[in-house]
């Protein structure tokens, strides 16, 4: 009797991104007959370093937004890749020790410090499986990045024509990881009808400066800001002082977003997913630095969002949508129409060396 597939997705509990994509992946999965264990790659660090380092991350974007900035310039973008970093030779350290412990079929990372340690295993012979990296982000940082990992997964084509070029690796598009209780199409029917609730995200960290962003809105007349604060409590209690609602960790967004008029969002990550999803337009405004500047502005060059750079843009961009949703719904229904995730991973994955990246979205990499 044949054996199941067995897939190990290697997560970090980095906000709440990461995690979430990585959970749906592995419910699908499992749908599809696949076995598939998550695991926080923070958690295989020893002496307690992956909290030190969620927690030195979180500081930086609550309160020394610039330091965040500046690193993510040097380390993240510098074309300059350099070696291994002491970290993912760690990283990479004890995933091995995880792998000779429970040998799966197939690694995906759906982070990057877990695609740089993968890529590097799979780069010295050290990983005897395939990789494959999911892009959670729409702007492709270079630790995204190692030639050692088999495929990539990207979130459009732009993305994953850069990520091929980049790795020498194949890249195909992959519809959005969201989970099935934010149906495709719900919001479209609301459009139009006047209603001027609008969501202001800050993702589950509860950073960047929205509180100006609300202010702006409930000053209009127009708007009634809904402050989605995530786990910060003191961004919920500064919220409610710039008008309209503050709201704190939120289990039924779905049920928000289908009451919403409009997503304003400032860090491109899974509340814009849930949002085309639920066809609830989005307005970019001051977004967070680093990998949510990037996001922000390859959602807007990609047609899934509008980019606002002043408080008259975003009230001239919000009051445009009631004539209508404008082109990014096409692309929109472009980003759902290409292959699903679970897809790639239902059958064993044939010579990923021996193929020629495509560069594009046509799922060439699957068996």
Do not use: K
């Not at 990296?133 to 050692?148: K, M």
């Not at 001027?196 to 993702?203: E, F, N, P, W, Y």
Request: glycine share 10%.
């Amino acid at each position: 009797m044949p054996t199941r597939r067995t897939v190990l997705i290697l997560s970090a509990s980095m906000g709440a991104g990461h995690d979430a994509a990585a959970a749906e992946l592995a419910r699908r999965l499992a749908v599809a007959d696949v076995d598939a264990e998550v695991v926080d790659v923070l958690g295989l660090l020893p002496l307690r370093l992956g909290a030190a380092l969620r927690g030195w991350y979180g500081w930086m974007m609550r309160s020394a937004p610039w330091m965040y900035a500046l690193i993510y310039r040097i380390f993240f973008v510098s074309g300059h890749a350099g070696s291994a970093s002491p970290l993912t030779r760690l990283t990479a350290a004890r995933l091995r020790g995880l792998l000779r412990r429970r040998p799966p079929d197939e690694v995906v990372s759906v982070f990057h410090l877990a695609a740089q340690a993968a890529g590097t295993l799979r780069e010295r012979g050290l990983l005897p499986v395939p990789s494959t990296v999911v892009l959670t982000d729409f702007a492709a940082h270079r630790l995204w990045l190692h030639p050692g990992n088999d495929r990539y997964l990207c979130p459009d084509a732009a993305t994953a024509r850069q990520v091929s070029a980049a790795t020498g690796r194949p890249a195909s598009c992959y519809a959005p990881l969201v989970r099935p209780a934010f149906p495709r199409g719900a919001a479209q029917a609301r459009h139009g009808v006047g209603r001027r609730l609008v969501l202001v995200s800050a993702g589950a960290w509860g950073v960047g400066d929205v509180e100006r962003t609300a202010r702006v809105l409930a000053r209009s007349g127009r708007y009634l800001p809904v402050v989605l604060c995530g786990r910060n409590a003191g961004l919920r209690r500064r919220a409610r002082r710039a008008g309209g609602l503050a709201l704190g960790w939120y289990e039924d967004m779905p049920g928000l977003m289908a009451a919403a008029y409009a997503l304003v969002d400032n860090a491109a990550g899974l509340t814009s997913r849930e949002a085309m999803a639920s066809g609830l337009p989005i307005v970019t405004y001051r977004p967070i630095p680093g990998h949510g500047r990037d996001g922000v502005l390859a959602m807007a060059r990609a047609g899934l969002s509008v980019h606002a750079r002043t408080a008259a843009e975003l009230l001239a961009a919000l009051d445009r949508l009631d004539a209508g949703e404008g082109a990014e719904t096409g692309n929109r229904d472009a980003l759902f129409a290409a292959a699903p995730a679970e897809s790639f991973f239902a059958a064993p994955l044939i010579s990923p060396a021996a193929e020629t990246p495509s560069g594009g979205c046509a799922a060439t990499e699957t068996a």
